[in-house]
């Protein structure tokens, strides 16, 4: 009896050894990179509604934070004055709970997706004044991040306010209020929810203009006595842009502002550009051709690889500036879901994430989880 007894402890104990025993193989990406930061995905509805199993399990075993891709942006929550609509929102929040997701908020103040009657004088074609505008901006942030205190992680309060020449964007918003609306927003959003990050986020920031131009802002708005808590460096990259070393110029500019650093909307457009194609405004739309869409039956080995090469480049990078950088978020979860393959061309087959579109892990998923281990 106490033979078996002690053979019994002996294979317990090689169980446990074994569950102990963590391969690349075996863990996800939370598990390595998450030690360091933040790693997420944007989620869009159809996953955060549950009709996507595929998805949830990527995001419990490889993520601990989600962006909503789609539902929180302004022309959806509120689709005429006076009314707003959280049904789909609160289902995304509800989502990251069940899966043990922080939630980020995207985003309250953005030129896009924004809704019409914001800016116009009631039902009329005549802009909106600047008091109505500010109210609305007020009334819209205090009411959505009101609404969700305590459960979002962090706020993107102002999206792609700054142009690459580092000019401010002649957006209704600055039209009718200047660069006081960005003031405004952070403001708001502080006193909605005194407890939640807020941060500015935009794309092309390896540019050096931008770059400037984005820490000229945090130095206004932290001397103004505001909080700013981040800076979102949107990474719709491709196989040769942006410049690495002027990406990296820029992860120590952003932390030298005294704000985190975070990774977002990481992508990587393996597809031609077309001629005048750039940075990520969505309002860029080209014609499709069968030279910009060589890749529809999958892509080759070479190019396969400089991909993967491109993926290691960019995470060695992260790494490197791991005590810096509090998140790294993809834009979506899996290939087939992806923006790119509709933008900046519809109908096009695109592989920018490092899920396949039968949300399977992609081989250098293994390979960023042992750089980070």
Known sequence: MSILRSNTWVIIAFIISLLSFSPAGAQGLKDAVGKYCLIGAAVNQWQSDGQVPEADAVLSRHFNCATAENCMKPETLAPAEGIFDFRVADKFVKYCEQQGLKVIGHCLVWHSQAPDW?????????????????????????????????????????NEAIMDDGSFRKSPYYNLLGEEFIEIAFRAAHEADPDAELYYNDYSMAGAAKREAVCRLVKSLKDKGLRIDGVGMQSHNGLDYPNLDEYEKSMDAFAACGVKVMITELDINVLPNPQGFGGADISQNFELQQKYNPFAEGLPTAKQKELDDRWKALFKLYYKHRAQISRITLWGVSDGGSWLNGWPIKGRTNYPLLFDRQYKAKPVVDQIIKLYQ
């Open 118 to 158: 914001w800016f116009t004088n009631g039902y009329t074609a005549s802009p909106a004044s600047k008091e109505v505008l500010k109210e609305r901006i007020i009334k819209h942030i205090k009411t959505v991040v009101g609404h969700y205190k305590g459960q979002v992680h962090g706020w993107d309060v102002v």
